[in-house]
């Protein structure tokens, strides 16, 4: 992989330990996945900011004291807890210490706190065509799909690697070639009412992900107004069901305004049908085990939206939820802040609601409560809740979330109607 002058001398040590050892990473990636050169990107979303083991820690720490800095903007994915006030968390000692030893690495070499895994909500949201190095496989698939930005599917301390050379190999999603689909699903018999019920582009996406494996597939009969919102949760759904770093909607995804576009002229082999009866077969399957009534309902995975706060406000209409029964909902910083001055905050939080930033549901300390079953909107969500958390889990649409939550008895309502 040819190396510009700057990157050969960040690979000889010249620029510090830090430079050197990324390059060396990158460089050795770009070799095995035979990349010609490298290329600037124009910002990093760091994945690796959970604490997980203590190696990733101590890599941050490392890198951080070798002189390490990041040479482009760089945003974070969720830490594992709400660091701005741990304690209604519950959060013990040992996990915020760890937590707080991963800010500190990150804030020296000069990260943006965002703390988010939905970094294309606000901020430094990337362009059309722009390349970047992305971790968090729900931003990856939104960035690359929704937005048309480049981005490969980064490993973990890969993106701290791109941050700090400011470059990656091109490869991946990065060309243009790799970038084409290669099958066509298409909706078979969904009523067109259907695409009105929010909770059917998490099933979609699960679904959609399962087919594609890690292939880029396209996806044709999605009404072209979608929401950002429904493009999201499908994008998570999808991302982890499948290792899918890049979809086309026909019709609404900027590199599919129709078929032949997102298959490079070529015509698909075969268009094969997503029907009711897999979205019911994926529903049943991510209620893994979860019959009784949940004692921990779970929003904002990936971090709610202002929109989403909206439609949370609107559908609790000031009632209370049901004492004994946890509702957390995920956020960022700047979402929180904006729902605060729109005194959405302080409506959520009347019905007893508990909004958390920066933190990842998925992390929450276990040990500080006693819960057994969980509920949520979100398709990523109950597909790793219980082999993350052992917690059984029930998914629905935030509808019925909010219904269970304030009723006291769990509520299903049929997806088709
Ligand atoms: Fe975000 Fe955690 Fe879900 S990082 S996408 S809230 S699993």
Redesign the pocket.
Known sequence: MHLSGIERDMLAGTHGRASALAMNILYELGELYAAERTIPVAQVHIDMT?YMVDAGVEFAEKMAEWGGKFAVPTQL??ASIDLLHPERLRVPEDLLEKSRRLEKAYLKMGAVPTW???PYQQGLIPSFGEQIAWG????IAFANSVIGARTERYADLTDVCAAITGSVPEMGLHLTENRKAERLFSIADFPSRAFDNARLFPLLGFVFGELAGDRVAALDGIPENVSMDNLKSFS?AAASSGAVGLFHIIGVTPEAPDIQSCFRSETPMETSPITREMLDAAEAKLNQGGAGMPDLIVL????YSVDEFKALVKRLDSRRIQSGLEFWV?TSRQTHNQIKKARLLEAIERSGVKVFTD?????YPKDSWNLHCAMSD?A??AN?CFSQTGLDVIFSGMRDCIETAVSGALKRTPLWK
Do not use: D, I, R, V
């Open positions: 959970l994915n969720p988010t895994c939905a968090e496989s729900n931003a998570a904002g995975c990936p971090h995920f933190g990842c549901p998925l992390q979100s990523k969500y790793y």
